[in-house]
């Protein structure tokens, strides 16, 4: 979801459909892993997006690093404490470390789980990411068969977490031709205030979807937080 009142309007008259049901006990999401270096750079998808969004960039990685594809449930409700639990029971038995990177929603997926798995947690890259000073609760998307993101608990649990600290952090913001708002790279700082170190890279050429856009940045950002020094790795 993305904060601009043009596209915050039109998710507002999204109808939500009747009947929605909790995702089914075997729903627990998917993780596609490749390679065996550590840590892993394990890839979370925004708001019903699927691991698919990161193939080009995961193809720009390898064989350098270990890779791995989030792939959310497919029914709802969602929250980002619900993905973040799964996600860390999936990295179970696959990766003693890893670096977090969330897209738009997964940045609230990778708040957390940083903060409930902090000693695994080798480096966080925020994608776009979603963040509270700029979420309308009036205008959230209702949880419904299309869309089973419930965004008002979500960002409770997000904002209830610690932004990841002590570890390199970087905040990748699209530049929307040049109209990136002053608003919306003051959210992008706080996010990686605590990082050690925390950078903000404005993507030029890219909109809301960066993977689409430029999974080159996004490739070359995760190579360069891999050669960071930080007081936890």
């Known amino acids: 979801m993305r904060r601009t009142p043009a596209l915050l309007l039109s998710l507002a008259l999204l109808p939500a459909c009747a009947g929605v049901h909790p995702p089914p006990a075997t729903d627990k999401g998917k993780l596609d892993c490749r390679f065996s270096r550590e840590p892993a750079v394990v890839f979370i998808p925004g708001a019903s997006r699927g691991a698919a969004d990161w193939s080009a960039v995961r193809d720009a ?3 350098e690093v270990k890779t791995c594809a989030w792939e959310p449930p497919r029914s709802g409700p969602r929250t980002a404490g619900s993905d973040a639990r799964l996600l860390l029971s999936a990295l179970q038995g696959r990766a003693e470390r890893w670096v977090l990177v969330g897209h738009s929603y997964g940045g609230l997926v990778v708040r957390v789980a940083a903060d409930a798995a902090p000693d695994r947690l080798a480096g966080a890259v925020f994608v776009d990411s979603v963040h509270e000073d700029l979420f309308d609760p009036a205008q959230a998307v209702p949880v419904s068969d ?14 209830s977490a610690g932004l990841p600290g002590g570890i390199p952090v970087l905040a990748l913001a699209a530049d929307y031709g040049g109209k990136l708002s002053e608003a919306d790279l003051a959210s992008h700082r706080k996010l990686v205030a605590n990082g050690a170190p925390g950078e903000v890279v404005v993507v030029e050429r890219s909109s809301h979807h960066i993977p689409r856009d430029r999974p080159d940045a996004i490739a070359e950002a995760v190579r360069r937080l891999l050669t960071l020094p930080a007081s936890r790795r």
């Open 146 to 159: 299309k869309q089973h993101i419930d965004w008002i608990p979500s960002f409770q649990e997000a904002t």
């Open 61 to 63: 990685l390898s064989p």
